[in-house]
């Protein structure tokens, strides 16, 4: 074991969180893992912490692959300083064969990069003090999906290495967060509706919000004509998203190569509605799972209050990303029918969604494809 030698400039904090139900039963899932997280991620570390994985002493086998496991960036920011060299197949060189982490045996867990030590775990401690784990990680879909009640909260006394915030968030902003999240919840819970239509209201919410931070649900009016929409229209739309989503992140390549191919001889409307029944039939609790697996979303990243990003435009994101992992699994899923490769396809989604600016990039998208009033927007959610 290496000899103590921690100095983070995060500090350690041990607080009430409020968290989801699954997180108690966290654990991860080691060499099990059908797509591990140090598979091809590019984790970065601080300043601080290059140095002390640079300081540690260790056996010198251990000590020679450490050192070469990270780099200093190009352009290297006090925060963003080092990086992990991945071997040619994409593997952090400290992942051992059986799963377990070479580093994190040989010199313990406090020596871990912030991120290895608490991934998928997400701690906010700013507007709220609230922690999950993010959907990237299989072992949190397979949590969630395990049953299909709602989604529930529960508090826990949980302790992290975490910046503290800069600026104290004033009390009326922080019951604010508490009540519209509630509302969403309650929008997007709602089961007397398709999820489709929860959606919907939940822009109506949301836009009535804007102007009345404080109005409840039942002073809304939530009626709607709901558009028709047009199969072949939609598709055009939807696959756009999703090539723009293939040629920034590349991680789903080959199986979008393999599903454009079923539109080329046939017709549109004919493959989607095969497609469509395929995915009904053999993952029946779909509509379910999204809703967890949206709820999960949105509470790890804060949704509305999400920092530099307008409301409107975080409820873009919410509908693009809806629209693609509907239609991504959709098309995916067409060879398949397990519930592991489903949550495969959800999970390497995630890894992009929830760990990049995607999210600013799917709303400027759909603002490009004109995607963006509730009539339009209810068309392509329909799908
Ligand atoms: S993706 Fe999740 S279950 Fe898999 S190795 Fe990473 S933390 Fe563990």
Same mark, same amino acid.
């Given at each position: 074991?290496?000899?103590? &030698? ?11 969180? =409020? ?16 797509? %591990? ?35 200093? =960036? ?68 397979? =949590? ?52 489709? =239509? ?15 931070? &404080? ?20 598709? &055009?739309? #939807?696959?756009?998203? #999703? ?70 435009? &975080? ?48 709303? %400027? ?19």
């Amino acid at each position: 074991m290496a000899s103590k &030698q921690v100095s983070f400039a995060k500090e350690k904090v041990v607080r009430e969180f =409020l968290v989801p139900d699954y997180y108690k039963d966290f654990h991860c899932k080691g060499g099990n893992c059908r797509d %591990s997280c140090c598979v091809e991620w590019k984790v970065t570390i601080p300043m601080e912490q290059y140095f002390l994985l640079h300081g540690l002493k260790c056996k010198t086998s251990v000590k020679e692959k450490i050192d070469r496991a990270f780099r200093p =960036l190009l352009n290297p920011t006090k925060d963003r300083y080092a990086e992990i060299v991945h071997n040619y197949d994409g593997d952090c060189p400290l992942h051992k064969k059986d799963g377990y982490c070479l580093l994190h045996e040989t010199c313990g867990e406090e020596v871990l990069p912030w991120v290895c030590r608490f991934y998928p775990r997400g701690p906010r401690i700013d507007i709220a003090n609230e922690a999950s784990c993010a959907n990237s990680c299989e072992k949190t879909l397979e =949590l969630l999906f395990s049953s299909s009640n709602k989604l529930s909260f529960e508090i826990r006394s949980l302790t992290f290495l975490i910046s503290k915030p800069k600026e104290a968030i004033p009390e009326e902003r922080k019951l604010l967060y508490i009540k519209v999240r509630d509302n969403i919840f309650s929008l997007l819970t709602n089961r007397d509706y398709p999820l489709h =239509l929860r959606i919907i209201n939940l822009g109506k919410y949301l836009s009535v919000m804007g102007e009345n931070t &404080q109005i409840d649900l039942n002073e809304i009016d939530f009626s709607f004509n709901i558009p028709e929409y047009d199969i072949d229209e939609n598709h &055009q739309l #939807l696959w756009s998203l #999703l090539e723009m989503f293939d040629s920034k992140y590349k991680r789903l390549d080959e199986q979008l190569s393999e599903a454009r191919s079923n539109y080329l001889l046939k017709d549109v409307a004919e493959v989607y509605n095969k497609n469509k029944e395929h995915l009904e039939r053999t993952i029946n609790n779909h509509e379910i799972y999204f809703e967890k697996m949206l709820i999960n979303d949105l509470f790890f990243k804060q949704f509305p209050f999400q920092n530099n990003f307008s409301v409107y435009d &975080q409820y873009l994101a919410l509908c693009g990303t809806y629209v693609l992992l509907r239609y991504l699994t959709l098309n995916l899923m067409t060879n398949k029918s397990s519930i592991d490769d489903y949550i495969d396809i959800l999970a390497k989604s995630f890894t992009v969604i929830s760990h990049s600016e995607f999210d600013k990039l799917i709303s %400027s998208f759909m603002k490009r494809l004109e995607i963006k009033e509730l009539a339009s927007l209810s068309k392509i959610l329909q799908m």
